[in-house]
């Protein structure tokens, strides 16, 4: 038994099984000393999540709130059956990583009242603390320098939990890569031709080639706790810029190369030339985060580290692409300058390794 499972094994779809009960019960496993619950007031949020439907729960209590939460985020999965299926191992994994990881680790993230999945029906509920009134990072407007410090050592210890815990793949594994690649590089060539300024069929030849060589370098180096989804939208940004930001949206948690976490948030986050001034200084930050913590990554291996994962951004961009029909508005309106961050990163990265051929030594 844990205190995040979820009442009667219940794992509420609709807000007429959230009910008054279940909220009281809920509370009283997480010892919440919590006044009885009148009723309970639903907001669907604006906020498109691709996998999830987030909506904000604001319970009406029976006398002084004292302790209780004044408002919870309710995520829930899906509505839509076939997207709930094929996001289902995605929320198994967030719903994991509440209940096994996340009280492990001192790591920002919201706290989680409860979290459960139910495998018959492919649903999973988590509630969580509401962030309000801090503000996700939005891909659009991009990350500026001084809050993306605070994420990438945020990450820094994230990563540091766990640094050289897992055993480097085997090269057999990377193998497919290139297959799976090649599935996607022409249904996804006109609109990243469309998005990115052309160049599209070199970069595929380049990636295609190198892919398997790439993830094997990087699995080579340390292996740590990742959370393999760390972009802007997937992180909070409090009120005061001198709080910690929280990291988000925990579906794709594993153990891999965690400069993959770095780029990713840099790249994605951050507008191309905005990104170009400041990459050196943040991975430096990175760098001076984990040394705090214990944790020696040469500058050498990580700077070349860096720009390996780098180049596999264009990866994503080409394999996303397979779910285009199920974009959400906000997911669509974002692509364009996403892919085109991705293709920018990948021809930097590629001359800048083509450039240091030496440090592949290190």
């Not at 680790?105 to 969580?128: I, K, M, N, Q």
């Not at 022409?186 to 970069?203: D, F, I």
């Not at 394999?319 to 085109?340: K, Y």
Request: hydrophobic letters at 40%; proline letters at 6%; glycine letters at 6%.
């Amino acid at each position: 038994m844990s205190s995040l499972d979820p009442p009667g094994d219940l794992i509420p779809l609709s807000t007429a099984e959230f009910s008054v009960p279940w909220l009281d019960a809920v509370l009283v496993n997480a010892a919440i000393d919590a006044p009885p619950i009148d009723s309970i007031e639903f907001v669907e949020l604006d906020v498109e999540v691709l996998t999830s439907s987030i909506v904000r729960v604001r319970p009406r209590y029976r006398g002084p709130t004292g302790e209780a939460p004044a408002s919870l985020i309710w995520k829930r999965s899906h509505e839509d059956v076939g997207r709930r299926e094929a996001f289902a191992h995605g929320y198994v994994r967030e719903v994991e990583f509440y209940r096994e990881v996340a009280p492990t680790v001192d790591v920002s993230v919201p706290r989680c009242y409860a979290a459960g999945f139910d495998e018959v029906t492919g649903a999973h509920v988590l509630l969580l603390e509401d962030l309000a009134p801090g503000r996700r990072g939005d891909f659009l407007e991009g990350i500026d320098a001084e809050r993306a410090v605070g994420v990438v050592r945020e990450l820094a210890r994230l990563h540091a939990a766990r640094w050289s815990e897992a055993a480097p793949r085997g090269p057999e594994e990377f193998a497919s890569y290139q297959t799976f690649f090649d599935r996607y590089t022409e249904p996804s060539a006109t609109y990243l031709e469309q998005h990115t300024g052309g160049r599209v069929a070199e970069r595929n030849r380049r990636y295609r080639t190198s892919v398997a060589g790439w993830f094997a370098e990087l699995s080579e180096g340390p292996q740590t706790l990742c959370h393999s989804d760390a972009h802007a939208a997937n992180v909070m940004f409090p009120v005061s810029p001198a709080d910690r930001p929280y990291l988000l949206d925990w579906q794709a948690w594993r153990m891999d190369a965690g400069i993959r976490d770095i780029v990713r948030f840099v790249i994605l986050g951050m507008a191309v030339e905005e990104r170009r001034v400041h990459e050196h200084e943040l991975l430096e930050a990175y760098l001076g985060a984990l040394r705090a913590r214990g944790v020696s990554y040469g500058v050498d291996v990580a700077q070349r580290d860096y720009r390996v994962a780098s180049t596999l951004q264009w990866g994503w961009a080409v394999n996303f692409f397979r779910h285009e029909q199920i974009w959400d508005a906000s997911t669509r309106e974002a692509m364009p300058e996403l892919v085109r961050r991705a293709g920018a990163a990948f021809d930097d990265a590629v001359g800048w390794l083509d450039a240091n051929q030496s440090l592949r030594e290190l």
